[in-house]
């Protein structure tokens, strides 16, 4: 089998040798998936680092938004990924380079996050081991024998035969006095897989209690599920509703995780925060963002997946650049901050142009 020469594979993309061999048994799936694609983008392009949009990483890993953003994250703090710059006006994206030294990774992060993992699944299938134990009444390792002995050899050789309870009997010896075992109570008509009931409840009663535990509560009215929510997340739930035509959630009962619920309240309070940091009424800041999303679409769940395009939105329109809005001539474009110029100074361009004007 002759060698293959030394040649570039067309079609290909490098990618750093310690990705695979030192990082790829301690990423999860997702994280890999988002490296590659990372690594396609950029050195698959002869570049070090590119502006990469959310979009972009979702259409070609497959994953969700939220995943997306917890995967990113988690990778620029393991510093396999490195954030440049964040998204700019013009909405192209972030700016992402990759860590080309394998001595600035932080692996012990990583080996840390497996060590624990693997301490969970442990402790998990240790759990697991104890209750299948109290499930069969012993210990997994010496399990029940299946049913009970009735023949045993004797020390001369006779056999021990064992009677109703009582006495046991050995042949060519005396007898061997043995408490009887307790007779199992049977009942009838009741199977292997039978229910138990209490003494005091009757399997009439259990029925009933069953089939009226098994009725579904009655489903909330969205009216209803928007009172549930805090009184400064009310106007915004319902706005929610009216301008994206996503549902809020049911508010999760006593003991139960927060769930959907939480994510919304969070996720209105973001974005309530956006708009007064940038001092535009929230309503109009959630009309603005979904002009921008019927423009440009993508998947809105809850209210925290409208926060970055709300802020980017903003910090366009605080500066009257509105995305929406016609390209603004040079002489109607406003000036940079710190570029104004002085009344003073006004004065004396106006006297030069007017020099100019009367020479001409």
């Known amino acids: 089998m002759t060698e293959a020469p030394n040649k570039i594979i067309p079609n290909s993309f490098q990618t750093p040798n310690f990705f695979v061999d030192e990082c790829m048994s301690l990423l999860t799936g997702n994280e890999f998936k988002c490296l590659s694609f990372l690594a396609r983008k950029t050195f698959g392009w002869q570049k070090r680092s590119d502006r990469i949009s959310k979009s972009q990483i979702i259409a070609a890993t497959g994953l969700a ?85 009735v023949e045993q050899t004797a020390v001369k050789g006779g056999i021990v035969e064992q009677l109703g309870g009582g006495s046991v009997q050995q042949s060519g010896g005396r007898s061997v006095g043995q408490s009887p075992q307790k007779p199992i109570k049977t009942k009838e008509n009741m199977g292997a897989n039978a229910p138990a009931f209490s003494a005091e409840e009757t399997p009439e009663k259990s029925t009933r209690r069953n089939q009226e535990d098994s009725v579904p509560a009655p489903e909330k009215s969205l009216e209803e599920r928007i009172a549930d929510f805090p009184a400064d997340c009310q106007a915004a739930a319902e706005l929610m509703l009216e301008v994206f035509n996503v549902k809020p959630p049911e508010k999760p ?12 309240v969070n996720g209105l309070r ?30 809105v769940a809850h209210p925290g997946a409208l926060k970055k395009s709300m802020t980017s939105l903003l910090a366009q329109y605080s500066r009257n650049l509105r995305p929406d809005a016609a390209p603004e001539t040079p002489d109607s474009a406003p000036a940079e901050p710190g570029t104004v110029p002085s009344p003073e100074l006004r004065s004396r361009m106006q006297e030069i142009l007017a020099r100019r004007k009367s020479k001409k």
């Open 65 to 149: 938004n939220e995943t997306v953003d917890k995967t990113m994250n988690m990778l620029v703090g393991f510093g396999l990924v490195l954030r440049i710059s964040e998204n700019n006006p013009q909405n192209t994206g972030t700016e992402w380079a990759l860590q080309t030294d394998d001595s600035l990774v932080r692996f012990d992060i990583l080996e840390d996050r497996q060590e624990k993992a693997a301490g969970a699944q442990r402790q998990k299938t240790e759990k697991g081991r104890q209750k299948l134990a109290e499930k069969r009444g012993g210990l997994l390792d010496n399990p029940p024998s299946d049913g009970v002995s």
């Open 270 to 299: 973001a974005l309530l925060k956006v708009a007064h940091e940038y001092d535009v009424p929230f309503e109009k800041a959630m009309r603005l963002t979904y002009e921008r999303w019927r423009n440009q679409p993508f998947d």
């Open 253 to 264: 009962g006593p003991g139960e995780k927060g769930g959907d619920y939480a994510l919304w």
